[in-house]
């Protein structure tokens, strides 16, 4: 048995030492320089290049190094066997802690104050609005939306959530499907889009979906946070709506082109919050781990989990 | 039955509305217009005039329209009746929101990002800790310090808390008393001060509580996050401890002075953030029903609740 890992835009060396120290017996290799491409049951994959997966007759499943799987079903000429996603809760923490702090930092108007430091203005805004006040709503209610929904919730904000599927969650108002999507941004003061880049959601986040979310709300709005993906927004729409007054203010993660262009006017909006695709870093170790248990669960006969539904692409 | 305002630095005339519209038989006056001195059984202050509240022979308890009551024992003659504090959830949220918000974005490097952002820099820095590994003292673990350390715990974060006596709190250890206060320090890598002031704790934040803070941390440190009172901290320790690099940076909500003098270095300090000692602003309706509903239960023969202990001053 032996690991392959086809790894684009991050460290492969770093990536072969981490997984490498799970194991005694089986080879980590870095593709195109594999060994045995019979003995590869197993890859892992980050933006691997189409077609590079053909050569196991061996394989057994294919591992992402992310939340997102996007990358992997890219492939066209992707093998027919399990596509397995990372669940950890390393990953998933970091991605409530963006969200909970650009959420705070939007409801406290942090943006206001520093301002107003940096011209030794003492003021405070009499129509500070309570957390419960304020209408936080979750596109994308996988590990990460539940995760940053109940965080969100603790802090106090009103919190909704809206899936393809309809869902149960304590404390939750949740919204399901297209026929319910109007009524979910009509009552959404700030959008957390977490959601999966599948055919259905690429470009969803366009300027007829800013013109739906809340204007009444308590907090100046609305205001869209993106930690998906780039290919969920519609950058162009973003900065005209910011233009406009329909968005009253954008915190992306995620860009269209990554790294953004030095070009974008995305860069210098006053109203844009810009993070480099950070929100949620992936902890290797943990990572690692987790491949590794999947691994060493599904040699000794146990199912593999969170393996991807090929239909749904998430 | 009367209630009387003795209020100094908050709009008497909009307090005096919303208390009113809690009562329809009892008038509520504004020192010095008091109809009938002998009928005030109850006053409502914030920084009331020194000896101001003699006049009240048939007084019963005096209500403070904040958390803090150390503007009420600076009186001197202070009538001999129950003090009761503000115990209100929205004001304790707004506080947690304050103190969640400003420990993200320390761990996070908010600063960092905007400064990039500035910058067109697309980095993202690998040393990126995880909550758990970030430790969070709470100098006061009253109402505010354990709600604030809840909500950091739901975040993820390392707490820990301290307090003049012995308090048990699940999941955040807690270090008691003088004895107990430099092992707490040496733990701590973002400080967050919610501390009553009163003749032991003021000027506790100085340079040499800040040298015993950790500097071995996850994330830059030590910090300093203060949203107690401003007489518990020295200004010139604070500016002195941030150019020596004893302090990382402070976050400050309180000072010395209010509103901080035009002159204060504080504003421009490139490591410090300001807030108008607004972190908790009060809700007035709500702390009117609080008061209302306290008078009304008192009158009726049940106890009063939140009454400070006037040994301890808190």
Known sequence: MSLALHINGMDSDLWQAHLAAQWH????EIWPAITDPNAVEYAV????QAGSLGHY????????????VDHIF???????????R?????????MSEWVVMHCLMHMRQ???????????IWASDPLQPAAQDVRVGIMGLGVLGQDAGHKLKTIGFNVAGWARRPRQLSGIE?????????????????????????????GILNASLFEKLARDGAVPGPVLLNAGRG???VEADILESLESGVLRAAVLDVFEQEPLPQESELWHHPAVTISPHNAAISNPQAIAAFIAGQIKAFQAGAPLTHVVDRARQY
């Open 74 to 84: 890219a492939d066209p000429q992707l093998p027919d066997v399990p596509v397995v």
């Open 110 to 120: 942090q943006r206001m104050y520093d301002w107003q430091q940096s011209e030794r």
């Open 57 to 68: 007759r061996n394989l057994r499943a294919i591992f992402s190094l992310g939340a997102g």
């Open 45 to 48: 994959t980050w933006r691997h």
């Open 174 to 202: 949740t919204y399901a499907g297209a026929g319910e999507l109007d009524a979910f941004l009509a009552r959404t003061d700030i959008l957390v889009c977490l959601l999966p880049l599948t055919p259905e959601t690429r």
């Open 86 to 94: 990372v669940v950890d809760g390393d990953l998933t923490g970091r």
């Open 25 to 28: 017996d089986s080879p980590v």
């Open 231 to 233: 290919q969920l927004q």
